[in-house]
Structures are given as structure tokens and as C-alpha cells.
């Protein structure tokens, strides 16, 4: 189950995506970023928002994995923070 910012975020960005339609990156980045649909951009709603906005940017290709140190892939296009295991609601 999401949470409603979360949702809120997906389907801000999803409007924002459709309103481009030639595809262009930086327009695309743009639409995004002028997409936020929560008010003020702080506190929790705000990193839900991040999260969401850089999930779509590495769908999109707008961003790319960074390597580390040693030349490893090593940063992941999001955290799946609304992703959860079967059972982990219960404690028996």
C-alpha cells in the first residue's frame, strides 16, 4: 500500500510526462520539476517526492547509475520504500 503523497507524486509526474510529447530531456525535467503537487517543499511529503521524481528520471534516462570509488554500480535508481514483504505486518 502507497502512501496518499506518494500517489500524489506518481500521478503528478505521469501528467507531467504526457504533457510533453516530443520527448525532449530537458523539457522533460522541466515538466517534472514544475509538476509538484504538494505544497511546500519540505519535510517528509517533500522526500517522498524526490524519491518518486528520481525513480522517473532513471526510467526516462535522464539520469544515469554513478559509479563508486572502485568503478562499481553501485547507486539505485530508488529505494522501493512502499514495497512491502509478505508476512512483515504480522508478528506470529
Not at 12 to 35: E, N
Not at 43 to 53: G, Q
Request: proline share 9%; net charge positive; glycine share 8%.
Amino acid at each position: 500500500m502507497s502512501s496518499p503523497w506518494r500517489l500524489a507524486a506518481r500521478q503528478a509526474i505521469q501528467s507531467a510526462i504526457k504533457s510533453v510529447p516530443d520527448g525532449d530531456l530537458k523539457k522533460l525535467k522541466a515538466a517534472i520539476d514544475a509538476a509538484f503537487p504538494l505544497g511546500y517543499r519540505k519535510y517528509y511529503p517533500y522526500k517522498i517526492w524526490l524519491d518518486e521524481r528520481r525513480k522517473y528520471f532513471y526510467i526516462l534516462g535522464i539520469l544515469q547509475p554513478q559509479p563508486d570509488k572502485l568503478g562499481r554500480r553501485t547507486k539505485k535508481p530508488g529505494c522501493g520504500c512502499d514495497i512491502q514483504s509478505p508476512g512483515q505486518l504480522s508478528l506470529w
